[in-house]
């Protein structure tokens, strides 16, 4: 039967009384509850294992002047760190301005403006990036402040749209009966429509942070940097190891970035809702 | 608001006065001007049709849903224009579906409103174990448990002891046990009634079912379309005269089986005195009426003995005392009614003088 709170119209059949023994086999076991082992290890394994052998490769290729130049002075390092640190701001530049937002548009008073805020938000995502990073330079000029702008802007409809949609798949009824027993606005807010929607949320974030990762490639075309220049110097000067390089090195970092995230997923959502009956 | 104690009666009086509710976009009003006096420790059922605002006027005494106009004191206070989130943490609210959060622990739920108007946490735990054994759950066994790890009829349980933690004066319970199995349902309603003999609050309970109302009723009031009172009275009262075809038609047939469950066997005159002769059946003397009827119908004679609490016979029943029985107490209900009708109309026309 559906035990999904409000989903529970059909009685059950007569005779079909209170099933302990089922029930008591859904109780998750203590600790091991929800990561597993094998999710705790299978994705790092993976990633370990491409990067050694490009490293294996790349040791083993002869590098010209060309591709030495492009990666002189630890070149590799400083962009994959420029890479992190712009996709690491601009996702809590995301957080911190479209959860609030999403709560806001999820108010009873300003639900009316929703449509409105979502089309806006559509046109940031639904835009070429490049396009919109090209613009960004004509009023905020060149350099990283641009590139998180631009980025901030792509990613924010995932996480916006999914607070939205995470707080409306609340069931009303638990909502009337937080206010029924005296909780106020902000007590509703706070301690059930919130932890009922983290998974939701927190599912937005984790595609805001693969797409910014991604987006980050482009931050070099404004001037900010980012493992964007390994692989346009790639391609501008036909060195296939250095577009190599550069290409493994985001992959890699978005689906470790993918895998921390799915870990805080984890983590992160309450207790309670995974166990269904 | 003042807490009544008066021979072991928790509750509160609750009055509606003229309460109407007229809702935004609609011309007629869903709730049309309803006055009530419910008593403390009284346990009230309102029962209707589905659309009969039944639901709107239980959620206007918790304002949930503010009254277009009317007043509701509970206690005597008008409890109209005070903070209506204080007003909810002193009474009661129990759903259907229980309203059970289900990111928090079975403890963590009936917490909930103590913590709220600040108890210690000692208090609380203390309080949450209480309830957890008031309604018949082990504490150490489901204290950590989430809801969706209970059954239905667990979780509705559950919900009950969240709407009492706080120890409200009254209680409200929109269709508490709508949404689970018949047996369930019957058991639920066996501790319901167990706990208002206990702690006597106020409870107005909502329902569309109407066995369920007599079964759980010291009145009940049936609304009929908009919230009007078609009738307001003892079960006895509804099942033996009803006040219109409407209320007739959601009585429903069988009216006198249905009387049989509100009459034990020892209430009953005319147990006859052991004879000696040889009785298949025994019965408890707290069994109804209708389990003597099932009984008298399945043994070979036709009779079943009345024993007492040590097992002793009290009596014999069989058909011919059980339907002089039952003659007797309809005839009487239908004078008390009649009566009853006769004594209301006449203060309806004082009060028009």
Redesign the interface.
């Known amino acids: ?1 559906s ?1 999904v ?5 059909n ?10 023994a089922a ?1 008591e086999e ?2 998750p076991g203590p600790g091991a509850r929800r990561i597993t082992w094998r999710k705790l290890v299978f994705m790092p394994a993976v990633l370990a294992f491409v990067l050694l052998v490009t490293w294996l490769w790349y040791e083993g290729t002869d590098l010209d002047s060309v591709s030495r130049n492009s990666l002189a002075g630890g070149n590799m390092w400083i962009r994959l760190r420029e890479h992190i640190w712009l996709t690491a701001v601009s996702t809590f530049f995301v957080l911190i301005i479209a959860i609030p937002l999403g709560i806001l548009l999820s108010r009873p008073r300003f639900r009316r403006v929703q449509p409105v805020a979502m089309a806006v938000a559509n046109v940031g995502q639904a835009s070429p990036s490049i396009g919109i990073l090209a613009l960004l330079v004509i009023w905020v000029g060149v350099g990283m402040k641009a590139a998180v702008v631009g980025m901030t802007i792509y990613a924010l409809l995932p996480v916006l749209a999914n607070t939205i949609a995470g707080l409306r798949t609340i069931d009303p ?2 909502i ?9 606005q902000r ?1 509703v807010l706070r ?2 429509e919130l ?2 929607a983290v998974p939701l949320i927190l599912a937005g974030v984790r595609t805001a942070l693969v797409l910014n990762v991604g987006t980050a490639t482009l931050a070099f075309f404004v001037g900010g940097g980012g493992l964007g220049d390994l692989i346009t110097s790639g391609i501008t000067n036909h060195r296939m190891p250095v577009l190599i390089l550069g290409s493994v090195l985001t992959v890699t970092l978005a689906l470790f970035v993918d895998w921390l995230a799915s870990l805080a997923e984890l983590l992160l959502r ?4 995974e ?3 | 608001m003042p807490d009544v104690h008066t021979d072991g009666v928790s509750g509160a009086a609750i009055t509606l006065e003229h309460l109407t509710k007229t809702f935004p976009g609609s011309t007629l009003p869903a709730v049309d001007d309803i006055s009530l006096h419910i008593e403390p420790g009284e346990l009230l059922v309102m029962v209707g049709p589905s659309g009969s605002g039944k639901s709107t006027v239980l959620k206007m005494i918790n304002r949930l849903i503010e009254p277009t106009a009317g007043r509701i004191l509970i206690a005597d206070e008008d409890v109209t224009g005070i903070d209506p989130v204080g007003l909810r943490r002193k009474i009661g609210y129990a759903i259907q579906s229980s309203g059970l959060f289900p990111h928090m622990t079975v403890a963590q739920n009936i917490a909930l409103v103590p913590k709220m108007i600040g108890w210690d946490k000692e208090r609380v735990t203390a309080r949450v174990e209480e309830m957890l054994t008031l309604v018949g759950l082990e504490p150490g066994e489901y204290w950590k448990r989430f809801p969706r790890q209970l059954s239905g009829g667990q979780q509705q349980r559950v919900g009950v002891a969240r709407a009492l933690a706080a120890d409200p004066p009254v209680l409200l319970m929109d269709e508490p046990f709508g949404a689970v199995d018949p047996i369930t349902r019957a058991s639920l309603q066996d501790e319901l009634l167990r706990l208002q003999r206990e702690l006597r609050k106020t409870i107005v309970f909502v329902t569309h079912d109407f066995d369920e109302a007599i079964r759980l009723g010291d009145r009940i009031v049936v609304l009929r379309e908009r919230s009007r009172i078609a009738q307001f009275d003892t079960p006895q009262a509804i099942l033996a005269s009803p006040a219109d075809d409407f209320v007739s038609g959601f009585v429903g047939a069988g009216a006198a089986l249905k009387r049989l469950n509100l009459t034990r066997v020892r209430d009953l005159a005319g147990v006859q005195a052991a004879n000696g002769a040889p009785v298949g059946r025994s019965l408890a003397e707290d069994a109804t009426l209708r389990d003597a009827l099932e009984a008298v119908l399945t043994d070979p004679a036709g009779r079943a003995a009345v024993t007492g609490p040590d097992g002793e016979r009290l009596g014999v029943v069989d058909m011919a005392s059980l339907t002089a029985a039952v003659h007797d107490m309809l005839q009487a209900d239908r004078l008390a009614a009649e009566e009853h009708l006769r004594e209301s109309a006449e203060s309806r026309r004082e009060g028009a003088a």
């Open positions: 039967m035990g709170p409000g989903g529970g119209e009685p059950r059949p007569v005779g079909v009384l209170e099933d302990e029930v859904r109780l009824t638990l009337e009966a937080a206010r029924g027993i005296g909780m106020s007590g301690k059930v932890p009922l309450p207790q309670g809702l166990v269904s009956r």
